[in-house]
């Protein structure tokens, strides 16, 4: 494994444990990390935030609103697994932010909070949101004060459920509550989401690592790539785990959009293939997979990380993997530029392409990148001559220097 991959991996380690709160040692704790989770759904009623903040239609209203006191809303269990004791302490928790305008339709946040529970201390993810309104039911409501909801996700350290945060979001969203039947919606649609939040939004990074092992290296190379993935002969369950652990591994946030777009039908045409993911047999079987040392490398961080069963460090290594994909892409980058007008630049960026790991990769996010830069074509058009080339064939200065030349 990489020296600074190890170090990334082992730092990230011992800052998630610190951040847990609780006794005992650190392998004491970290079966109650994964099982001890909590929810707390609140009916949510305020007229003048309604109408300061959003106008009828959701958008924002240009008459600002004063800030709202705890008189002018009304907080109403509507479920939760919380002991009563600590229910009371977070409703006096949100009531203070809700006083303090600090909600924000949609959007989560994510704090740290201290309650009557066995871990004392616990991450708390909160969101306001609002119901699905028909047009009819919204003109006919327009005058009064329609009830919102804020809801609340609670578990691990405030650090590891930060790392969540976009898909606790996207599970918030999720949770569609029809006034028109608000009971049943609730029965039936909600509170079962509810009391599976964790396993829904945390765990599944964990679970597809522990299902592909030493093969996780294939499903890391498609996410870095943008090949597009088929699961087969798969439960739902596990196609969703498959989804979540892709879109979460994805460089989509960190590069531009019109790149990954560019990037999945450069994909899709040269490989005329999809990565198959046969689950039918006991254990997963790949066709038509790639993979490279960069993925590798960090495939050996996820299977080290099992041993412990801590979800959030999952997440934080899955960052760390981007992050250092991301770095590799831009150095690349800054390597061609020096090349555009450097003959031994270029040598440069064939031997950060040998050893970077996964040169395969990054030389096909640049090529789609740099597809209408001129200069940047003939240096991409080189390295990736080269790059077919066996190294025992390569001669560093000359050969580079000439084709280069000629290129140009």
């Not at 509810?194 to 679970?207: G, K, N």
């Not at 652990?245 to 490989?271: G, P, W």
Request: contains cysteine.
């Amino acid at each position: 494994m990489l020296p600074s991959l190890q170090e990334s991996v082992d730092g990230d380690d011992r800052e998630l444990e610190s951040s847990e709160e609780g006794s005992g040692l650190p392998e004491e704790r970290k079966p109650e990390r994964s099982s001890n989770s909590y929810y707390c759904l609140y009916g949510y009623q305020s007229c003048r935030l309604q109408q300061g903040v959003y106008s009828h239609d959701g958008s924002p209203s240009s008459t600002v609103a004063e800030t709202p006191s705890s008189d002018d809303f009304s907080l109403s269990l509507v479920d939760t697994n919380l002991p009563a004791e600590a229910e009371m302490e977070l409703r006096s928790f949100i009531a203070k932010h809700l006083a303090k305008g600090a909600f924000f339709e949609g959007m989560g946040n994510v704090v740290s909070v201290e309650l009557s529970i066995p871990e004392n201390r616990v991450g708390c993810y909160y969101c306001l949101f609002q119901p699905e309104k028909c047009t009819e039911t919204a003109n006919t409501e327009s005058s009064s004060c329609p009830l919102d909801y804020v809801i609340c996700f609670l578990g691990g350290s405030e650090k590891g459920l930060e790392l969540f945060r976009l898909e606790l979001d996207r599970s918030v969203q999720d949770l569609k509550i029809n006034p028109d039947s608000e009971q049943n919606s609730l029965e039936t649609c909600v509170k079962p989401l509810l009391a599976t939040w964790f396993e829904d939004s945390v765990c599944p990074i964990q679970r597809v690592v522990q299902l592909f092992q030493d093969k996780l290296a294939f499903v890391l190379h498609a996410a870095l790539s943008c090949t597009p993935v088929e699961v087969k002969e798969s439960d739902e369950k596990t196609k969703q785990d498959i989804s979540r652990f892709l879109r979460a591994a994805s460089l989509q946030d960190l590069v531009r959009e019109a790149t990954m777009t560019s990037l999945c039908i450069a994909m899709t045409e040269e490989q005329h293939k999809s990565v198959v993911i046969d689950c039918s047999g006991p254990h997963p079987q790949f066709h038509n997979a790639g993979s490279n040392k960069f993925c590798e490398d960090w495939m050996q961080a996820f299977l080290n990380a099992s041993e412990g069963g801590n979800p959030f460090l999952f997440r934080q290594i899955l960052e760390n993997f981007k992050l250092k994909a991301i770095q590799d892409i831009n150095n690349l980058k800054r390597f061609i530029r020096q090349a555009e007008m450097n003959h031994y630049a270029l040598f440069k960026c064939y031997l950060f392409l040998k050893n970077c790991g996964s040169g395969d990769v990054l030389l096909k996010i640049v090529k789609v990148e740099h597809a209408e830069m001129q200069e940047a074509k003939h240096v991409i058009n080189v390295l990736e001559e080269f790059m077919r080339e066996p190294a025992c064939n390569i001669n560093p200065s000359p050969a580079l220097r000439a084709t280069y030349t000629l290129q140009n």
